[in-house]
């Protein structure tokens, strides 16, 4: 991906400066990547500064489902910080990005008042499903993966969980030494002995 967003091309946006702030869901390499949904909004016509990006009932509750989890485990709550509401991260230049949970040691956040993206590297970074439009500027959908993922552990990030409940539901546990895929029926370790098993969610 090089170059300005092809999607924001098709959308009638020629630079980064005119895009709508909420229509932007990252930067990469100072290109902007839009939310998903975004183009479809378009084509039907309606207002896009009217537009509005939420998670579903699903994932949702996957978010509350770990954030339970995190909350009520043994994780030393004074060393470490559990922070969520898609927490912005400053990779660098023109590089900014955004994660579901992100888990962040407390004495590494040089600046707990600042208003600004955080540019500590989580210990680590809970993803639920994908919500860039990656379908003009990505290969595929995982390709967006893979790339976000390299940028998170190149950043410094120890382990990067995805949690897809699209047809796929699976999991995918990404560390500096390999990639596994997992099952919804697993147990996945987030840190130090705090596991979770998406087949345990209530969803009577």
């Not at 207002?47 to 339970?68: A, D, H, R, W």
């Not at 976000?148 to 950043?155: A, E």
Request: proline share 2%.
């Amino acid at each position: 991906m090089v170059g300005f967003s092809e999607k924001a091309h098709q959308l009638g946006f020629r630079k980064f400066s005119d895009i709508p702030e909420h229509l932007v869901y990252e930067e990469w390499d100072g290109v902007p990547i839009l939310y998903k949904g975004v183009s479809e909004y378009a084509r039907q016509n309606y207002n896009l500064n009217q537009f509005e990006m939420g998670s579903s009932i699903f994932q949702s509750l996957i978010v509350e489902y770990i954030l339970g989890i995190l909350f009520i485990s043994k994780l030393d709550r004074k060393k470490y910080a559990i922070v969520t509401n898609e927490p912005g991260l400053h990779l660098g230049y023109r590089n900014n990005i955004s994660n579901d949970i992100a888990i962040i040691e407390r004495d590494l956040i040089q600046n707990k008042r600042s208003v600004k993206y955080g540019n500590t590297p989580p210990k680590v970074a809970i993803e639920v499903d994908v919500k860039a439009d990656f379908e003009s500027d990505f290969e595929n959908f995982n390709d967006y993966i893979q790339q976000k993922t390299q940028k998170l552990l190149d950043f410094g990030v120890e382990k990067v969980i995805w949690i897809l409940s699209s047809d796929l539901q699976e999991v995918r546990v990404a560390t500096q030494k390999e990639t596994t895929i997992h099952t919804w029926t697993e147990t996945i370790e987030i840190l130090e002995g705090v596991t979770f098993c998406l087949n345990d969610m209530d969803l009577s």
